[in-house]
């Protein structure tokens, strides 16, 4: 079946600093891959998303470029804020099958 | 536009009790899903409707959990009887489709501690 592999965390990074979350899949067809975001006491968050190769999500200032070669969509952001603190997850879907998701990689940003 | 609901957002039981989790979606979405989110850890899916119907239940333990979506609108989720390691949050989404291209939107979830 579908699976994902994340970075393994927790990520630390100083305000404004480079974030790069790596995450690469397996799938069968041709799937959509999505990062979702979980802040603090809150539920799951679309982030944005990605439905073809070579295809670029972006939003708040993240991006993730969908890689067929590769079967990756690694999560990066130039300039990173405290409020970006929370827990990322990857997650292929492919065809008709649910959302699969990894055990996603906590980032905190300090000031 | 409203997004997807679910109450109780806490709930504490004692083992064996049972408990139910209810989830009305997002309007004119047509699948439902429900996940298990055990702390520390990514959400597992439990359960997928396509309107009222069963696509996927495979990693539903069926002695103890039960789901039904009526109508095809709203949905419960139920454990009878609970067990410790059922202390999770519950997470209900929606989408337009089940295909890869429609986004699932997320509950805000009920967290279940079995004490």
């Known amino acids: 079946g579908d699976s994902v592999t994340q970075m393994e965390g927790p990520v630390t990074l100083s305000e404004e600093a480079f974030l790069t979350i790596n995450c690469t899949y397996t799938?069968?067809?041709?799937?959509?891959l999505f990062w979702y975001v979980q802040y603090p006491g809150e539920g799951l968050q679309l982030l944005l998303k990605?439905?073809?190769?070579?295809d670029k999500g972006s939003n708040k200032g993240f991006e993730a470029t969908y890689r067929k070669e590769t079967t990756s969509f690694h999560l990066e952001k130039g300039s990173v804020q405290v409020s970006d603190s929370a827990v990322y997850f990857c997650a292929p879907q492919g065809g008709n099958t649910p959302l699969v998701f990894g055990k996603g990689t906590r980032l905190s940003v300090i000031a | 536009e409203a997004g997807v609901a679910q109450s109780p957002r806490y709930k504490i039981i004692e083992k064996r009790q049972s408990v139910a989790f209810w989830c009305n979606p997002i309007s004119g979405h047509a699948t439902l899903y429900w996940y298990q989110q055990i702390l520390g850890q990514g959400p597992k899916l439990l359960i997928q409707?396509?309107?009222?119907?069963?696509?996927?239940d495979s990693q539903l333990p069926k002695d103890r959990f039960s789901a039904e979506r009526l109508k095809g609108v709203d949905s419960t989720l139920k454990i009878q009887p609970a067990k410790l390691e059922d202390s999770a949050v519950y997470l209900c989404?929606?989408?337009?489709?089940?295909?890869?291209?429609?986004?699932?939107?997320f509950g805000q979830g009920t967290r279940l501690t079995v004490v």
């Open positions: 409707f396509q309107n009222n119907g069963v696509v996927d």
């Open positions: 799938a069968t067809g041709y799937p959509s």
């Open positions: 990605a439905t073809k190769a070579d």
């Open positions: 989404a929606s989408s337009l489709g089940g295909q890869g291209n429609f986004a699932a939107f």
